[in-house]
């Protein structure tokens, strides 16, 4: 089966690209993909995240170990498309290069039959110029930071109260 992909970087104006992928395929082979059909190099660091219908990050795939070995990593290289993203689970977030952070959403639109004579990955439908720069995220504070004296900023002065030993090394 092949799967029709939509992959939409997360900005105001539309820029998007229709891609399609042998659900065999792995999701480094997806990554390649998605980096070659928006013109990356691919010489950065990135992950997928499972995400459900709100587009919540969930569960990261990487394309490296960077972990200290303590937990277990899924990665790109060992995961196959079709283990991860399904019809009731249709929606990848995609992070590509964490210092510019560019952010993509990936949705699976179709499940598709092989077409003969056409060779997989495929891009096929390109829209929008990816722009010079990653779009800007917007951040939210938690609600709950700085209800109380204890959560707020502390000043120079307020390190004394601490209580170190200034030898304490």
Known sequence: MI??????????????????????????????????????????????????????????????????????????????????VHEASPRLIYVYDFLNMWTFLVELAEIAEYENGREYPNVMYIHGQLPDNAPEKEFKADENVGDTEEDEFMGLDDYEELGFDENWN
Do not use: C
């Not at 970087?9 to 539309?14: A, V």
């Not at 659900?23 to 928006?38: C, G, K, P, Y």
């Open 3 to 84: 799967y029709r992909f939509r992959i939409i970087l997360d900005t105001e104006e539309d820029v998007f690209r229709d891609i399609e992928i042998e659900q065999n395929a792995s999701l480094e082979q997806f990554h390649n993909v998605i980096n070659q059909s928006f013109g990356f190099d691919g010489m950065e660091m990135a992950s997928f995240y499972v995400s459900d219908e709100q587009w919540n990050q969930g569960e990261e795939i990487s394309l490296f170990d960077m972990s200290d070995g303590s937990q277990p990593v899924k990665l790109m290289n060992e995961t196959i498309l079709k283990d991860i």
